[in-house]
């Protein structure tokens, strides 16, 4: 349940307290938290006005006291657990939120400044008959702006989102550059082994970590492996074609390409199929 102003939820606040006291409750000031273990929780939700009522059921049901707590604003606790949850945290401490985004959610509310140190809601508690009960009042006031907030704040995570998704892909377009340069290299393609072809990596690229390398050296497998190789026996099948068209016969060609009679009848069947997918 929620009130305008904090003055109100102080005045409730008081009210409750010097009921309490007047009543014979022990009233115990601090921080109230509820211990999900217990089997039941009652909560108050009466009319506005009527708050002394709680006490009123405090002492009937035989309560002994009651737990009193009075919570204060500081904006930048709330930001900086917005952003602690949101995990836009330090980079070196991941309790603690990234100060400079802090600093900037700061600046965008820095009307509420002014609200620092009122109170935004009151907790009291107490235990009876294996249950326990609650009155909880929340300032409006603070609701709207932890709303606002998370606005803020998501706008803040969509961005970084956004630019890391921007990053990554500028990362990848240049890893597969580098992956499609090295699996063109001619030393690549004679290498007889992942060792020669991680070695040639590391020779390509010596200002790169290792890891790095060996990301690079993986793409570059694939792509050798389903593009280059296809692309270098297109070729030669276009050139066997070409010398056929001349009148050299499967040995010649064969002969001229340093492939063997069957190679070269592959190649001569490529080259034919790609002539009749070209025809239709």
């Known amino acids: 349940m929620f009130r305008e102003s904090s003055d109100e939820l102080d005045q409730i606040h008081a009210l409750?307290?010097?009921?309490?006291?007047?009543?014979?409750?022990?009233?115990?000031?601090?921080?109230?938290s509820y211990a999900g273990d217990h089997s039941a929780k009652w909560q108050w939700a009466?009319?506005?006005?009527?708050?002394?009522?709680?006490?009123?059921?405090?002492?009937?049901?035989?309560?002994?006291?009651?737990?009193?707590?009075?919570?204060?604003?500081?904006?930048?606790?709330?930001?900086?657990?917005?952003?602690?949850?949101?995990?836009?945290?330090?980079?070196?401490?991941?309790?603690?939120?990234?100060?400079?985004?802090?600093?900037?959610?700061?600046?965008?509310?820095?009307?509420?400044?002014?609200?620092?140190?009122?109170?935004?809601?009151?907790?009291?508690?107490?235990?009876?008959?294996?249950?326990?009960?609650?009155?909880?009042?929340?300032?409006?006031?603070?609701?709207?702006?932890?709303?606002?907030?998370?606005?803020?704040?998501?706008?803040?995570?969509?961005?970084?989102?956004?630019?890391?998704?921007?990053?990554?892909?500028?990362?990848?377009?240049?890893r597969h550059e580098r992956a499609e340069q090295l699996a063109r290299d001619e030393r690549y393609g004679k290498a007889r082994n992942d060792k020669q072809r991680e070695l040639i990596a590391e020779e390509t690229f010596p200002d790169l970590y290792f890891g790095e390398v060996r990301n690079i050296n993986a793409i570059a497998k694939y792509i050798y492996q389903d593009v280059v190789l296809a692309e270098q026996e297109q070729a030669a099948a276009q050139e066997a074609a070409r010398l056929r068209a001349g009148g050299d016969s499967v040995s010649v060609i064969a002969a001229k390409l340093g492939l063997t009679k069957e190679?070269?009848?592959?190649?001569?069947?490529?080259?034919?199929?790609d002539t009749t997918g070209e025809e239709q």
């Open 16 to 32: 409750l307290v010097a009921s309490a006291v007047e009543a014979g409750l022990t009233v115990v000031p601090g921080q109230v």
């Open 263 to 273: 190679k070269a009848q592959r190649l001569l069947y490529l080259a034919d199929q």
């Open 46 to 174: 009466g009319t506005p006005g009527e708050e002394a009522s709680f006490v009123d059921l405090a002492l009937g049901l035989g309560a002994k006291g009651l737990y009193a707590e009075k919570l204060t604003f500081s904006l930048s606790d709330l930001v900086g657990s917005k952003l602690v949850d949101s995990y836009l945290r330090d980079e070196d401490d991941s309790e603690s939120p990234d100060i400079r985004l802090a600093g900037l959610v700061e600046r965008k509310l820095k009307a509420h400044h002014k609200q620092n140190g009122q109170t935004y809601a009151i907790n009291h508690m107490f235990w009876a008959g294996g249950v326990f009960h609650e009155l909880f009042l929340g300032a409006t006031w603070f609701e709207e702006l932890a709303d606002e907030i998370d606005t803020i704040v998501q706008g803040l995570k969509d961005q970084q989102l956004a630019e890391g998704v921007a990053t990554r892909n500028q990362e990848t377009r240049l």
